[in-house]
């Protein structure tokens, strides 16, 4: 069975910083593309960061400079170090993982993050 746990979310003042962590079991995890999205009310899910197994990363524009996404193969973990955090930021944080061989994918249940001005 599958699990991706995210923790690590809160209330943080604008400018403020969070982790968030994803715990990964059941999948291969060196097989799979590892992946941060958000989704704020009323609004579409979007991609946040990704980081394929050897450390290829890329991010959402509006996250480049502020976010790093990280993994610990060893632990089958995903991390997202988030900086200065903005008001825009507020949205629930899904971890994904995505099989690039089976191509099967899966979602965490969310952690919230909210950013206060």
């Known amino acids: 069975q599958v699990h991706l746990v995210e923790s690590g979310g809160g209330l943080v003042q604008a400018g403020g910083s969070l982790r968030l962590s994803c715990a990964a079991s059941?999948?291969?995890?060196?097989?799979?593309?590892m992946g941060w999205y958000r989704q704020a009310p009323g609004k579409q899910r979007e991609l946040v960061a990704r980081?394929?197994?050897?450390?290829?990363?890329n991010y959402a524009d509006s996250v480049k400079g502020r976010f790093t996404i990280s993994r610990d193969n060893a632990k089958n973990t995903v991390y997202l170090q988030m900086n200065s955090l903005k008001p825009e930021d507020t949205a629930a944080y899904y971890c994904?993982?995505?099989?690039?061989?089976?191509?099967?994918?899966?979602w965490g249940q969310g952690t919230q993050v909210t950013v206060s001005s």
């Open positions: 059941g999948i291969i995890f060196g097989r799979n593309i």
């Open positions: 994904n993982s995505n099989d690039f061989i089976s191509g099967r994918a899966y």
């Open positions: 980081i394929t197994s050897s450390g290829i990363t």
